[in-house]
């Protein structure tokens, strides 16, 4: 025989190597699936040094989601008005602050000379009401009127004005309960 007659020669001969090379190849896929199957399901184990499962740790897991960091108000307490700069700092900074939607910048004296021409309560007026790109308020409808005019007091002193700090309203007197006889 010629050697082209070889090369097409396969390494199985017979028909017992045919089952061998069969049996083997399926062997072969059944224990790697086996293996397969046991490492994806084994129990991961907790590795040295970790407290994930200490009582305090698994306490704070379980704990409901209501617990976590809120607060609770009482509706019917007298409402604790913030200072001017506070209420900058948690309202107005985010557009006094860079300038965003074209609010005057607090520092800019230029940018709060033509609002501070305007008076006191026009200024005081725009920011409850709101004004073009300027929610009311600022955005936070919780605010007390007492609050935004100290922001707007807060921001315009340090653009060059001299504003006086709005009074605090004296609260309103509780009604009378009428006496049971």
Known sequence: MSDAHNEHESAIRTPK??????????????????????????????????????????????????????????????????????????????????????????????AWGSRLAQGEATILKHAIEGLRAMPAKGGNPDLDDVEVARAVVFMANKSGGNLKEPAVPAPAAAPAEEKKE
């Open 17 to 110: 190597q045919l089952i061998a090379a069969v049996v083997g190849f399926f062997l072969i896929t059944v224990i790697g699936i086996a293996l397969l199957v046991q490492f994806v399901t084994q129990e991961k184990l907790t590795g040295h040094g970790s407290d994930s499962q200490s009582s305090e740790a698994l306490a704070a897991r379980l704990k409901p989601v209501g617990d976590i960091d809120y607060t609770l108000k009482d509706s019917n307490a007298p409402k604790v008005l913030q200072t001017g700069e506070a209420i900058y700092t948690s309202t107005c900074a985010a557009c006094h602050g860079s300038g965003a939607a074209g609010a005057p910048k607090v520092g800019d004296n230029g």
